[in-house]
T-cell receptor, first 114, second 116 residues
């Protein structure tokens, strides 16, 4: 089944404790992206990747890191999480960058930073 | 600075009637627009899109209209069904060649509730 998977689905952590949210797709997609969803702000793009070893900042990259060492994986790293990074995070992938390809979203990761 | 705005947080419609969801944008470089639908506890799913060279695109019960001069687009759902109840996001992007190629900018979302 074609899908985007994210792990963990739920995470509660404390300020400053490094964490990684994994994202994997099995559709051989070139493009991958991370978004956060917050009430009243909608979805905001954090980072995106056009291909392996090619990553770019989205609209809200501060406090996040990404890497794209393999086509299928695009982990999101929070080196020193803070409470303002409490949010619902979505990973997405598409064969081509938007708007050329329909984006497939993962189920989301709800992160709480205390 | 919110470049894509959905000013109605929610919309309530009776089953069988028309639902109209609105979206405004400020960046004149945007030339492709998309609508996504999101159910609770799931990721968004693509619904319909429109290029800036068109002013209308239809797919079954869903039609998107684009008014470039007003920097405004709308999604019409006719007839509305209870299963359409979800959060709808509009999004905008720049096609290849633009400096923002690869970025996708979303609005805040509108919660649509269709009553039986």
């Amino acid at each position: 089944e074609a899908q985007v998977t994210q792990n963990p689905r739920y995470l509660i952590t404390v300020t400053g404790k490094k964490l990684t949210v994994t994202c994997s797709q099995n559709m051989n997609h070139e493009y991958m992206s991370w978004y956060r969803q917050d009430p009243g702000l909608g979805l905001r793009q954090i980072y995106y990747s056009m291909n392996v070893e090619v990553t770019d900042k989205g609209d809200v990259p501060e406090g996040y890191k990404v890497s794209r060492k393999e086509k299928r994986n695009f982990p999101l790293i929070l080196e020193s999480p803070s409470p303002n990074q409490t949010s619902l995070y979505f990973c997405a992938s598409s064969l081509y960058p938007p708007p050329g390809g329909e984006q497939y979203f993962g189920p989301g990761t709800r992160l709480t930073v205390t | 600075d919110q470049q894509v705005k959905q000013n109605s947080p929610s919309l309530s419609v009776q089953e069988g009637r028309i639902s109209i969801l609105n979206c405004d944008y400020t960046n004149s470089m945007f030339d492709y627009f998309l609508w996504y639908k999101k159910y609770p506890a799931e990721g968004p799913t693509f619904l319909i899109s429109i290029s800036s060279i068109k002013d209308k695109n239809e797919d079954g019960r869903f039609t998107v209209f684009l008014n470039k001069s007003a920097k405004h687009l709308s999604l019409h759902i006719v007839p509305s069904q209870p299963g359409d109840s979800a959060v709808y996001f509009c999004a905008a992007s720049v096609r290849a060649g633009g400096t923002s190629y690869g970025k996708l900018t979303f609005g805040q979302g509108t919660i649509l509730t269709v009553h039986p």
